[in-house]
């Protein structure tokens, strides 16, 4: 690994992605000069029968159809129909009226380029059961806005729900995700499902299944999710479908919090909060540290490099994050730890044989009660096998004893490789001196243990010591927790917890050094929303660049020529697009069968584009796309050259485009300005040279991308 982990999302300044601009402009005509036709004409048009009733001659023309069934048809509205239905970008604003706005905060996106409001859907997939998280956000602001989130967990079932419990049946444990991805079919409006993108990030657990099963598993939900689903997944490069490391949920839970907190996304540099998290099997600690220089030394100018270090970009701004991922010191896992210590301090003992099946004195169980637990050692120890070993509180609170446990199984005394270190040889900058002030949000295990029994929203370590003598000290100590709803039965329930309170308290202050009086805060949810990982991971995906672009819709009908018969049958299809509704940097196309409207298409790399731009009041650009897409089905716009036709609106005008392959054939592109401008109704044709231009695709500005792109996949 390297010394310094890169974030795997990096925010800066939201923009839209690179577009395929159209430069126009060329030359004006001077009548001194031949005919170019690639300058715009200012020429006079000559009266000419309506559009319409052409067509109606043009098409009922025995003749005609023959001719254009021999040249293979024009459109796909006669041989094959394609209908791509896409957004150049994903990023691009729209404007709205009050009425019409999709949010109520705003009307217009604070950034233009990007759309005013997006969705992005997160999986869970956990090791018990997968959870689905569907966001909805506005851009009113410099900063996404969260509006709501829409959330659903599997149904539970005997041997766990998560993926990792269908082993080797990978297709079960794709489709075990279906129910909760109708959440998000139905949560996501149907216009802003081609743009909505979705990521599923496993945990460790579903590594325990092995590379093969676990790989497995992963391909068949990523292919279910291309294949079923509209939603663009996020790609592999960049995580869309994986097992997610440690040290990403830890910061991406650091994400969370103080994008809810407001800490993060200004343009001010607002102290950051320090996120805690206490699971099952690890616990994780990400801050913001700061190096202020000493007045007499001995602090560092910097973090040291190294695993620890995660810098992550956010709104504007650079963050140089510590974090780590301690494995083992979960409180499942640190109950297991403290009762195989007891065990072996009394296997040190030499106690008298057949001691390991009598009940064995543990101060961190609940004075007058017992406990059995399961240990197992390895091959190699004294003691390898299996044991049911019943652990027995003390007849009264050992409280300091219990503490002193937890504290040896956190290994402070291990050696510190790098300086400073927390606990088990861990290095960590000091708290006290990096990290002072700001706020400490402690979740998970740490919520549930104190929240349970009462303790306010924010609270001292020394107040948390206070607790846990209290509830070492047994039931005849427990007369305070009488008002709180279900706190005396689960106290009785469950005799560990002395040793919970105890190791939380350990790990707070001995383990990472944060001092009695220093305040902390527990939360479950901020601001209404759901505290963890998966709001953290779901804001990247709102950039460009983060692995995802809007799906293409496409809807073949394979229709043959005798089939499309008439000028009624052509309205059957035409007036069942609802061509005004078409938002702004989406487009319709009508193409040949097997072409696509794009520049790097092999049919296409040679052409360019005739494109006449029509402002969309009164009608006009739905009347001269309707007179367009005539011309193109009666074969008047050069039937063996034209690859297709598209509809692209703007903000106030559309832009019409007619595709052909012979770009640089000046002859073909005279005769087909001349055909276009003159077969549109005289109200409809281009006011000034400036409403029309011609551009060969390689002229555009991002060609060159696309040429290295493609190079570089040939050459991989």
């Given at each position: 690994?390297?010394?310094?982990?890169?974030?795997?999302?990096?925010?800066?300044?939201?923009?839209?992605?690179?577009?395929?601009?159209?430069?126009?402009?060329?030359?004006?005509?001077?009548?001194s000069?031949?005919?170019?036709?690639?300058?715009k004409?200012?020429?006079?048009?000559r009266?000419?029968p309506?559009?319409?009733q052409?067509?109606?001659?043009?098409?009922m023309?025995?003749?005609?159809?023959?001719?254009?069934?021999?040249?293979?048809?024009?459109?796909?509205l006669?041989?094959?129909?394609?209908?791509?239905?896409?957004?150049?970008?994903?990023?691009?604003?729209?404007?709205?009226?009050?009425?019409?706005?999709?949010?109520?905060?705003?009307?217009?996106?604070?950034?233009?380029?990007?759309?005013?409001?997006?969705?992005?859907?997160?999986?869970?997939a956990?090791?018990?059961?997968s959870?689905?998280?569907?966001?909805r956000?506005?851009?009113?602001?410099?900063?996404?806005?969260?509006?709501?989130?829409?959330?659903k967990?599997t149904?539970?079932?005997a041997?766990?729900?998560?993926?990792?419990?269908?082993?080797?049946d990978?297709?079960?444990?794709?489709?075990s995700?279906?129910?909760?991805?109708?959440?998000?079919?139905?949560?996501?409006?149907?216009?802003?499902?081609?743009?909505?993108?979705?990521a599923?990030?496993?945990?460790?657990?579903?590594?325990?299944?092995?590379?093969?099963?676990?790989?497995?598993?992963l391909?068949a939900?990523?292919t279910?999710?291309?294949?079923?689903?509209?939603f663009?997944?996020?790609?592999?490069?960049?995580?869309?479908?994986?097992?997610?490391?440690?040290?990403?949920?830890?910061?991406?839970?650091?994400?969370t919090t103080?994008?809810?907190?407001?800490?993060?996304g200004g343009p001010?540099?607002?102290?950051?909060?320090?996120?805690?998290?206490?699971?099952?099997?690890?616990?994780q600690?990400?801050?913001?540290?700061?190096?202020?220089?000493?007045?007499h030394?001995?602090?560092?100018?910097?973090?040291?490099d190294?695993?620890?270090?995660?810098k992550?970009?956010?709104?504007?701004?650079?963050?140089?994050l510590?974090?780590?991922?301690?494995?083992?010191?979960?409180?499942?896992?640190?109950?297991?730890?403290?009762?195989?210590?007891v065990?072996?301090?009394?296997?040190?003992?030499?106690?008298?044989?057949?001691?390991?099946?009598?009940?064995?004195?543990?101060p961190?169980?609940?004075?007058?009660?017992?406990k059995k637990?399961?240990?197992?050692?390895?091959?190699?120890?004294?003691?390898?096998g299996?044991?049911?070993?019943?652990?027995?509180?003390?007849?009264?609170?050992?409280?300091?004893?219990?503490?002193?446990?937890t504290?040896e199984?956190?290994?402070?005394?291990?050696a510190?490789?790098?300086?400073?270190?927390?606990?088990?040889g861990?290095?960590?900058?000091?708290?006290?001196?990096t990290?002072?002030?700001?706020?400490?949000?402690?979740?998970?295990?740490?919520?549930?243990?104190?929240?349970?029994?009462g303790?306010?929203?924010?609270f001292?370590?020394?107040?948390?010591?206070d607790?846990?003598?209290?509830?070492?000290?047994?039931?005849?100590?427990?007369?305070?927790?009488?008002?709180?709803?279900?706190?005396?039965?689960d106290?009785?329930?469950?005799p560990e917890?002395?040793?919970?309170l105890?190791?939380?308290?350990?790990?707070?202050?001995t383990?990472?050094?944060?001092?009695?009086?220093?305040?902390?805060k527990?939360?479950?949810k901020?601001?209404?929303?759901?505290?963890?990982?998966?709001?953290?991971?779901?804001?990247?995906?709102?950039?460009?660049?983060?692995?995802?672009?809007?799906?293409?819709?496409?809807?073949?009908?394979?229709?043959?020529?005798?089939?499309?018969?008439?000028i009624a049958?052509?309205?059957r299809?035409?007036?069942?697009?609802?061509?005004?509704?078409?938002?702004a940097?989406?487009?319709?196309?009508?193409?040949r069968?097997?072409?696509k409207?794009?520049?790097?298409?092999a049919?296409?790399?040679?052409?360019?584009?005739?494109?006449?731009?029509?402002?969309k009041?009164?009608?006009?650009?739905?009347?001269?796309?309707e007179?367009?897409?005539?011309?193109?089905?009666?074969?008047?716009?050069?039937?063996?050259?034209t690859?297709?036709?598209?509809?692209?609106?703007?903000?106030?005008?559309?832009?019409?485009s007619?595709?052909?392959?012979q770009?640089?054939?000046?002859?073909?592109?005279?005769?087909?300005?001349?055909?276009?401008?003159?077969?549109?109704?005289?109200?409809l044709?281009?006011?000034?040279?400036d409403d029309?231009?011609?551009?060969?695709?390689?002229d555009?500005?991002?060609?060159?991308d696309?040429?290295?792109?493609?190079t570089?996949?040939?050459?991989?």
């Amino acid at each position: 690994m390297s010394s310094s982990n890169t974030g795997t999302w990096s925010f800066p300044p939201f923009r839209s992605s690179p577009r395929r601009r159209s430069v126009g402009g060329l030359p004006k005509h001077s009548a001194s000069q031949p005919w170019e036709p690639f300058e715009k004409t200012d020429r006079r048009y000559r009266s000419s029968p309506s559009m319409l009733q052409s067509l109606y001659m043009a098409w009922m023309a025995q003749t005609q159809r023959a001719r254009y069934l021999k040249t293979g048809g024009v459109l796909g509205l006669l041989v094959l129909f394609y209908l791509y239905f896409s957004s150049s970008s994903g990023h691009v604003s729209t404007h709205y009226t009050a009425e019409t706005s999709p949010t109520t905060r705003c009307v217009q996106a604070f950034d233009s380029s990007k759309p005013l409001v997006q969705y992005a859907i997160m999986i869970d997939a956990g090791s018990t059961g997968s959870r689905i998280h569907v966001y909805r956000f506005n851009n009113c602001g410099p900063t996404p806005e969260l509006e709501s989130e829409e959330f659903k967990m599997t149904e539970k079932k005997a041997g766990g729900s998560g993926l990792s419990s269908y082993g080797a049946d990978a297709e079960g444990a794709a489709k075990s995700l279906d129910p909760l991805l109708k959440v998000a079919v139905d949560s996501v409006p149907e216009a802003f499902k081609s743009c909505t993108p979705i990521a599923v990030k496993a945990t460790a657990g579903l590594r325990l299944l092995g590379d093969e099963m676990s790989k497995n598993i992963l391909n068949a939900v990523r292919t279910r999710l291309e294949t079923e689903y509209p939603f663009p997944v996020v790609s592999k490069e960049n995580g869309g479908v994986e097992i997610m490391k440690g040290e990403d949920e830890g910061v991406f839970a650091w994400i969370t919090t103080n994008y809810l907190l407001g800490k993060i996304g200004g343009p001010d540099n607002t102290p950051t909060a320090a996120v805690f998290d206490l699971g099952g099997g690890s616990t994780q600690i990400v801050f913001q540290p700061s190096f202020a220089v000493a007045e007499h030394g001995g602090m560092p100018e910097k973090m040291p490099d190294g695993d620890h270090k995660y810098k992550l970009g956010f709104g504007g701004r650079a963050f140089e994050l510590y974090q780590h991922s301690h494995l083992g010191y979960g409180l499942m896992s640190a109950r297991k730890a403290l009762h195989t210590h007891v065990v072996e301090k009394m296997h040190a003992s030499k106690a008298e044989a057949g001691w390991i099946m009598k009940p064995l004195a543990n101060p961190c169980i609940t004075p007058g009660e017992t406990k059995k637990v399961n240990i197992t050692f390895p091959s190699d120890h004294e003691l390898a096998g299996e044991y049911e070993v019943s652990m027995k509180g003390p007849e009264d609170a050992l409280p300091a004893q219990c503490r002193a446990l937890t504290e040896e199984i956190l290994f402070k005394d291990k050696a510190c490789d790098l300086a400073p270190c927390s606990f088990n040889g861990v290095h960590q900058p000091s708290l006290e001196k990096t990290f002072a002030r700001e706020d400490v949000y402690i979740f998970s295990y740490f919520y549930d243990r104190t929240h349970d029994l009462g303790m306010p929203d924010s609270f001292t370590i020394r107040e948390l010591h206070d607790l846990t003598a209290n509830v070492c000290g047994g039931e005849k100590h427990w007369s305070s927790f009488a008002g709180i709803e279900g706190a005396l039965a689960d106290l009785k329930d469950r005799p560990e917890w002395c040793l919970d309170l105890n190791f939380i308290t350990a790990l707070l202050h001995t383990g990472y050094e944060m001092p009695m009086h220093r305040e902390v805060k527990i939360a479950k949810k901020i601001k209404g929303n759901e505290l963890g990982w998966c709001l953290g991971a779901s804001l990247p995906l709102l950039e460009t660049g983060s692995g995802w672009q809007c799906r293409v819709k496409e809807i073949s009908l394979t229709q043959l020529i005798d089939n499309v018969p008439d000028i009624a049958a052509f309205y059957r299809i035409f007036n069942n697009i609802p061509w005004t509704t078409i938002r702004a940097r989406e487009s319709i196309h009508f193409f040949r069968a097997g072409v696509k409207p794009l520049w790097e298409d092999a049919e296409n790399v040679e052409g360019g584009c005739m494109v006449v731009k029509v402002r969309k009041d009164g009608g006009r650009a739905v009347r001269a796309w309707e007179e367009v897409c005539l011309m193109a089905c009666g074969g008047q716009l050069q039937a063996s050259v034209t690859q297709g036709i598209s509809y692209s609106p703007r903000l106030y005008w559309v832009h019409i485009s007619i595709w052909t392959k012979q770009g640089g054939n000046r002859r073909s592109v005279e005769l087909l300005t001349q055909t276009l401008l003159a077969g549109l109704s005289p109200d409809l044709r281009p006011k000034s040279s400036d409403d029309y231009y011609f551009k060969k695709h390689s002229d555009h500005q991002g060609w060159a991308d696309i040429v290295e792109r493609q190079t570089k996949a040939a050459t991989t």
